[in-house]
């Protein structure tokens, strides 16, 4: 640097020549894609080009490139995220959408209650009262005498049944 900096265009080229091998690995292990190493390298190269004047020829060269290198990097880093972040997916939107998709249903208790009187007057009446008056399965449980795990296991094999028979 020293050298270029006193006017000697071949040291000014080996010495980008030279700086470019160095910092490429340092930015391959930093960025995803070749093409962005480049480009980063490039606004490196450039950086140095202009920062020129501010070098201080008593001290050591790498240390001085290497605080550009980061700068620069840092930057590229912030603008890609940035962007990303402009182009993101709102995670609130997604959830609404995605609750509206699950709670949902073509399927209402009164389009199926035929079918649920049909089934065993235990099962029955826990749908009934669960989904028609809507209680929990605790208070299923209190109402008809039963344990909470036993109303809810009574519930799933009503749903696996009816399941089955609104699929045929």
Known sequence: MRQSLAGDQ???VELLQATTRLLRPFLSKRLSFSSEVDDVLQEILISIHKARHTYDGQRPYKPWAFAIASFRLQDHLRMLYADQ???ATDF????ESLHEDVTESA?????IS????????????????MHQDGFTA???AEKIGMK???VKVAAHRAYKVLKERLER
């Open 10 to 12: 071949r040291a000014y």
């Open 85 to 87: 972040l402009r182009h």
């Open 92 to 95: 609130d939107e997604l959830e």
């Open 107 to 111: 399927i209402s208790y009164e389009s």
């Open 114 to 129: 035929k079918e649920v009187e049909k089934l065993p007057e235990k099962q029955a009446t826990i749908l009934r009262l």
């Open 138 to 140: 605790k208070e299923v």
């Open 148 to 150: 909470e795990s036993a």
